[in-house]
């Protein structure tokens, strides 16, 4: 009986319980904690340089009341990278790749930014809607747009994210059926379809890590504009 390969984006239960809740949660398990000496070890040494390296890059074209936000934003950005990565690992499942969790987490971050905005600068947020200089015939049509594109924003959040993790796990499963199938057939062509598969899947490895990042970057953008 053949298995769809759609089947890999079902979540995972146990005893009718279902276990994305334990795999959104076990990766803050695999960090390590900083410990109680002077001196860290090179892996925390590197951890703590990566977040600040990022953290400097993030918030270095927002304001300074936007500088509240880094703690959240990068503690989100370490921890999209770690479930992307953790799911390319044989019999472990992937959260992001589920449009309902990358919805629940672009939705109300965005809708964040949004309430900041009209709190802060109602003026100027409301500014957004329409380009300064636009002819008065096309103010009611560019500000139909401008809202729609607004609330655009978390959707092509979410869709971004599933849509290029789903494509990338489809076809590493399509060329790893074909290597498996054609291996007894053709040995020639199966292992020349395995390189292709190996270098696929260090594409993926590079697309999980960017996409966390376009998705965070994406964030503070929205925020600069409301800030």
């Known amino acids: 009986m053949m298995v769809s390969f ?16 334990v795999a959104i949660a076990l990766p803050w398990v695999l ?25 400097n890059q993030l918030m270095m074209p927002v304001n300074t009341g936007g ?12 921890f999209l990278i770690t479930i992307n990565m953790l799911g390319l690992l044989p019999y472990t499942f992937t959260p992001t790749t589920q449009l309902s969790l990358n919805m629940g987490l672009a939705v109300p971050l965005w809708l964040a930014t949004v309430i900041i905005g009209m709190r ?3 003026t100027v947020a409301l500014g957004h809607l329409l380009p300064e200089g636009t002819p008065i015939p096309l103010i ?8 729609i594109s607004l609330f655009i924003r978390p959707l092509a959040l979410g869709v971004r994210l599933t849509a290029n993790l789903t494509a990338g796990h489809l ?3 399509l060329i790893a059926t074909a290597v498996f199938v054609l291996l007894p057939l053709m040995p020639t062509v199966a292992i020349l379809t395995a390189a292709v598969l190996f270098l696929l899947t260090l594409l993926e490895v590079a697309v999980a890590m960017i996409q966390a ?5 994406l964030l503070s953008l929205y925020l600069q504009e409301n800030v």
């Not at 500088?67 to 370490?78: D, F, G, N, R």
């Not at 990042?213 to 970057?217: E, H, I, K, Q, R």
């Open 6 to 21: 759609f089947d890999q984006f079902a979540s995972p239960s146990f005893l009718g319980v279902p276990l994305i809740a």
């Open 31 to 55: 960090f390590p904690t900083p410990p109680s000496r002077w001196m860290n070890n090179r892996l925390i040494t590197i951890q703590t340089w990566f977040i600040n390296r990022f953290t």
């Open 67 to 78: 500088h509240k936000w880094a703690l959240l934003l990068a503690s989100l950005m370490v």
């Open 120 to 122: 802060n600068q109602p």
């Open 140 to 147: 009611p049509v560019l500000i139909i747009i401008e809202t």
């Open 171 to 173: 076809l590493i499963q």
């Open 213 to 217: 990042y376009v998705f965070v970057l």
